[in-house]
């Protein structure tokens, strides 16, 4: 099955700074990558997502980079704000198979 | 659109009673709905798949026996905690797939802590 290691687990940046978690994957056949922010006692977000046809993806601060060949995808938070402090999750999957398998989760601390 | 509820929000019940947990697809059809369980501060554990008619599909070393899954409908799925033990206490969230969507994309409830004595 697959794997979802991510790093790093706890990570402190300047506010205005710019935030990079990474992931990387086990199953090659997996096509599908989302990330999902969760605030405390909250459900999970769903914030960006790529799929495998494509290398690179941005919603305004929020980017998402993939790299098939490395088996690893990462997330980018630019210009980053207090509210952006949050549990940050990555995942994947395969278009065959709804299960998501999640990475262990980084908590994002905005110092501002 | 894509709102997805759980109820209850908080349970608190004695060792050894059953508590039932609801999970709704509020404006649209599910194809497919997830249990989770998560520790705090630790990553979410699948529990099981389940689909509507049929039985859920369990992740290894999940007891079937102890988590109960029904789902009766495109838009609602149940766990019950059966005998619910100080070890079950944890927060449970459950998701679901749009039936005429992206791919994929799962919504996820808001869910439910769940505290045994």
């Known amino acids: 099955g697959e794997n979802v290691e991510q790093h790093p687990s706890t990570l402190s940046v300047q506010e205005g700074d710019s935030a990079v978690i990474k992931c990387t994957y086990s199953?090659?056949?997996?096509?599908?990558f989302p990330w999902y922010k969760q605030e405390l006692g909250k459900r999970p977000q769903l914030i960006i997502d790529i799929r495998s046809n494509v290398g690179e993806k941005k919603d305004q601060r929020i980017a998402v980079t993939l790299n098939k060949t490395a088996k690893h995808f990462s997330l980018h938070i630019t210009e980053t704000q207090p509210e952006d402090s949050a549990v940050y999750f990555c995942a994947a999957n395969n278009f065959g198979n709804e299960k998501l398998t999640f990475g262990t989760g980084t908590r994002l601390t905005i110092i501002p | 659109g894509a709102v997805v509820s759980q109820h209850p929000s908080r349970v608190i019940c004695k060792s050894g009673t059953s508590v039932k947990i609801e999970c709704r697809s509020l404006d649209f059809q599910a194809t497919t709905m997830f249990w989770y369980r998560q520790f705090p501060k630790k990553s979410l554990m699948l529990m099981a798949t389940s689909n509507e008619g049929s039985k859920a599909t369990y992740e290894q070393g999940v007891e079937k026996d102890k988590f109960l899954i029904n789902h009766a409908s495109l838009t609602l799925s149940t766990l019950t905690v059966t005998s619910a033990h100080p070890e079950d206490s944890s927060f449970y969230i459950c998701?679901?797939?749009?039936?005429?969507?992206?791919?994929?994309?799962?919504?996820f409830g808001p869910g439910t802590r769940l505290t045994v004595l």
């Open positions: 998701s679901a797939t749009r039936l005429a969507g992206r791919l994929n994309e799962q919504f």
């Open positions: 199953d090659s056949a997996s096509n599908y």
